[in-house]
Nanobody
Framework: QVQLVESGGGLVQPGGSLRLSCAAS?????MGWFRQAPGKQRELVAT???????NYGDSVKGRFTISRDNAKNTAYLQMNSLKPEDTAIYYC?????????????????WGQGTQVTVSS
């Protein structure tokens, strides 16, 4: 089981920025960020493969950027132009082997989550 440790959440005003980090205990094939707001399903935010190939959910395209540092086994999520509807618990996830990255079921390990609140 891969251990994932997230950091960087907090309270930010609309239009502001935050950067989330996720450190994995070992090298992983893919890492991703998901989010879950109260009463809603867990939603894919962004994924990144070890090759650097990225994918984004429609609601964050153009505002969020996912990246990874393979030497540090760490993924990052830069969130810009934040909106109140981005408020959620953000979870880091990882997948060890090659495969699709369509949703939560495609990832085997999860972090504990970090709260992001966008409010004035």
């Amino acid at each position: 089981q891969v251990q994932l440790v997230e950091s960087g959440g907090g309270l930010v005003q609309p239009g502001g920025s935050l950067r989330l980090s996720c450190a994995a205990s070992v090298s992983t094939y893919a890492m991703g960020w998901f989010r879950q707001a109260p009463g809603k399903q867990r939603e894919l935010v962004a994924t990144v493969r070890i090759s650097g190939t990225t994918n984004y959910g429609d609601s964050v395209k153009g505002r969020f950027t996912i990246s990874r540092d393979n030497a540090k086994n760490t993924a990052y999520l830069q969130m810009n132009s934040l909106k109140p509807e981005d408020t959620a618990i953000y979870y880091c996830a990882s997948r060890q082997g090659w495969g699709p990255l369509r949703g939560p079921a495609d990832f085997g390990s999860w972090g504990q989550g970090t709260q992001v609140t966008v409010s004035s």
